[in-house]
C-alpha cells in the first residue's frame, strides 16, 4: 500500500474500529470518512462500513484493494478458519446440486474467486479442466499448492470475465462466496453471460437477510460488512442474461458467533 501516509492511516482505521465498537455511530462514521479521505481506494473498506452504519450510499461492490487485502492477509489461515471454524461448507452443497441436475462431465470449467482451491477440490471429479482465479496473490499461491487447476490467474472476477483473451469460453463457470463482496451483480452476470458455451451451467452462492430487513431492495451491506441479495434480484437479473434458473435454494452459508448466515445457492442453464 503506497500513495499514502500509513501510520496515519492505520491510526485512523484503529480509531474508527474502535468507536465503531463503543457504539458511537456519529463519531465512527466521521472516522470512517477519515479514514476514506485518506486513502481513497480504501483497502480498509471505509465505504462499505459506512454503508452498513447507515450513512452514505451503498456502494456497487467492495473496493477491490480491500478484498485483495483482506484476503491476502487471512490466506494462511483461511481454510482452518472457514471450514473447521465457521462450518463453511458451500463448495460440497455445490457438488450435491451439479450432481442432482448437472453431473457432467463438463469439458471446461471456470471458477471465479477459487480462493485457496476448496471449491476445485470439492468438484474435480465433474471437470474435466479447471482454471482458477481469484485478486488475491497469496490464494492463488495456496490454490497452486493444492494442485486442483490446470491454470491459475490473478484477476478481480469481473475484469477476467470482461478482459481475458487467450481462454475459450467455459462449460461451466462457478463463484462461491464471490457474490457478498459484490452487491451490484450485474457486470458479474453478464460477463459469464458473454463468456459461457450455449447451454452450459452457472452457479453460485449468496448471503440474504429477510424481506422485512431488505425492504425490496436488490442488495445491500449487512452488518457484517458484506452483501446481501434477495431471491428477486437473482431471478430478474438471471432471466434479463439470457439464462434459465434450474434450481435456487435456501442454504446455510456459515456459523458466525453461533448464528447460520443465511443464502442461496443458485444453479442456471444459459439458453443461448
Given amino acids: 500500500m503506497t500513495g499514502f501516509d500509513e501510520d496515519a492511516l492505520s491510526e485512523a482505521y484503529n480509531r474508527a474500529l474502535a468507536l465503531e465498537k463503543a457504539g458511537d455511530v456519529d463519531g465512527a462514521v466521521r472516522a470512517w470518512r477519515k479514514v476514506l479521505a485518506l486513502d481513497p481506494t480504501d483497502h480498509g473498506g471505509a465505504a462499505v462500513r459506512l454503508a452498513a452504519l447507515g450513512h452514505g450510499e451503498t456502494p456497487g461492490k467492495a473496493p477491490p484493494a480491500y478484498v485483495e487485502t483482506l484476503f491476502?492477509?487471512?490466506?494462511?489461515?483461511?481454510?482452518?478458519?472457514?471450514?473447521?471454524?465457521?462450518?463453511?461448507?458451500?463448495?460440497?452443497?455445490?457438488?450435491?446440486?451439479?450432481?442432482?441436475?448437472?453431473?457432467?462431465?463438463?469439458?471446461?470449467?471456470?471458477?471465479?474467486?477459487?480462493?485457496?482451491?476448496?471449491?476445485?477440490?470439492?468438484?474435480?471429479?465433474?471437470?474435466?479442466?479447471?482454471?482458477?482465479?481469484?485478486?488475491?496473490?497469496?490464494?492463488?499461491?495456496?490454490?497452486?499448492?493444492?494442485?486442483?487447476?490446470?491454470?491459475?490467474?490473478?484477476?478481480?472476477?469481473?475484469?477476467f470475465l470482461d478482459n481475458i483473451e487467450d481462454e475459450e469460453n467455459w462449460d461451466l463457470i462457478v463463484a462461491t462466496d464471490v457474490m457478498p463482496y459484490l452487491g451490484d451483480l450485474s457486470r458479474i452476470v453478464a460477463g459469464a453471460a458473454k463468456r459461457i458455451n450455449p447451454g452450459g451451467w452457472f452457479a453460485f452462492s449468496t448471503e440474504t437477510l429477510?424481506?422485512?430487513?431488505?425492504?425490496?431492495r436488490g442488495f445491500m451491506v449487512t452488518p457484517r460488512h458484506r452483501f446481501a441479495h434477495s431471491e428477486a434480484y437473482l431471478r430478474e437479473l438471471l432471466t434479463e442474461h439470457g439464462f434459465a434458473i434450474v434450481a435456487l435454494q435456501p442454504i446455510t452459508v456459515r456459523m458466525e458467533e453461533g448464528a447460520p448466515i443465511a443464502g442461496h445457492l443458485v444453479l442456471a442453464r444459459a439458453l443461448g
Avoid at 112 to 138: K, R
Fill in 72 to 159: 491476502d492477509q487471512h490466506a494462511e489461515v483461511f481454510d482452518d478458519v472457514l471450514v473447521d471454524q465457521l462450518g463453511y461448507a458451500v463448495p460440497l452443497k455445490l457438488h450435491q446440486m451439479l450432481l442432482d441436475h448437472a453431473p457432467g462431465p463438463h469439458a471446461r470449467a471456470l471458477d471465479l474467486g477459487c480462493g485457496t482451491g476448496l471449491t476445485g477440490g470439492a468438484l474435480g471429479d465433474l471437470v474435466e479442466n479447471f482454471i482458477g482465479v481469484d485478486i488475491s496473490e497469496n490464494m492463488v499461491a495456496l490454490a497452486e499448492e493444492r494442485d486442483v487447476y490446470d491454470g491459475l490467474y490473478v484477476a478481480e472476477a469481473e475484469d
Fill in 210 to 216: 429477510p424481506d422485512d430487513v431488505m425492504r425490496g
